[in-house]
């Protein structure tokens, strides 16, 4: 009986461990004021669920490969649609955090915009493997991909797309780094979109849980806060990773 105890005891602990938090791997693109944004704001619904997790640098089209596979244990976040084509995945409801996706112009180019379709005849650029930006430009003909934000607007300034749809906060970080925030102009807001946290499908036990937090959170504001400090924190420095209070995997 005593050996009988000792190997339960060993596999309630091996289950526990798998569970730790501080083995889950969660993938943000650093270069995304966005995805830093919502990490700072998923680290403490963590915390306030007991649970931790460190973070991968991923570009988005590596780190839903990596996630789907589960070499990653999850994803910052991702819009509502992105859990109907991958089912390897759990999306945590509710969201956690709205992301508006804009329209970025030259001023000297003066061009009228104030719908989407005042995009199709125009050169669009957007962020390789952001799917907000994807659905804001869904149905336009002519789309060219940047790796980065401050990529995308660099393609912007030397005249290679006449549009840059990014997130705001994306935006408002890369136009400050490539310093050209006097010459561009927003004209109009293309998508207002929840975001969710999503994690790996072995990870379903853990849904429940931070579904609640998140929940909690939102109903007396305190989501809200953490979405307004987070968002100032993070744009008084121009290094993405400089104000993130979650630790990297090593």
């Known amino acids: 009986m005593n050996l009988l105890m000792q190997i339960m ?3 309630i602990s091996t289950s526990v461990a798998a569970e730790t938090p501080g083995n889950l791997h969660i993938s943000v693109n650093v270069d995304s004021a966005t995805g830093m944004i919502a990490a700072s704001i998923l680290r403490e619904v963590y915390k306030q669920t007991k649970l931790e997790f460190c973070i991968i640098n991923l570009p988005p089209l590596r780190a839903t490969k990596e996630a789907k ?4 244990d999850g994803e910052v976040l991702r819009p509502p649609n992105y859990a109907a084509s991958h089912p390897e995945l759990i999306r945590i409801d509710p969201p956690y955090i709205v992301v508006e996706t804009l329209a970025y112009t030259l001023k000297t180019r003066n061009l009228t915009i104030q719908k989407k379709s005042d995009l199709k005849p125009l050169r669009v650029g957007v962020v390789r493997g952001i799917i907000n930006a994807q659905n804001a430009t869904e ?3 002519d789309i060219t991909f940047a790796d980065t ?3 995308l607007f660099k393609m912007l300034t030397a005249g290679r797309i006449d549009v840059a749809v990014d997130s705001r906060y994306s935006a408002d970080r890369a136009m400050k780094k490539t310093m050209i925030n006097d010459i561009v102009s927003e004209k109009i807001v293309l998508l207002v979109q929840p975001a969710h946290h999503y994690l790996n499908i072995k ?3 853990l849904a429940a849980s931070l579904a609640t937090t998140i929940s909690q959170l939102a109903a007396t504001g305190e989501l809200q806060r953490l979405a307004t400090t987070a968002e100032s924190e993070q744009m ?3 290094n993405a990773t ?3 209070p979650v630790k ?3």
């Open 242 to 244: 400089a104000t993130l």
């Open 9 to 11: 005891t060993a596999l």
């Open 203 to 205: 990870h379903k036990a």
């Open 139 to 141: 149905g336009l003909n």
């Open 248 to 250: 990297n995997c090593n």
């Open 236 to 238: 008084k420095n121009d």
């Open 149 to 151: 934000s401050e990529s």
């Open 69 to 72: 596979a589960g070499n990653i």
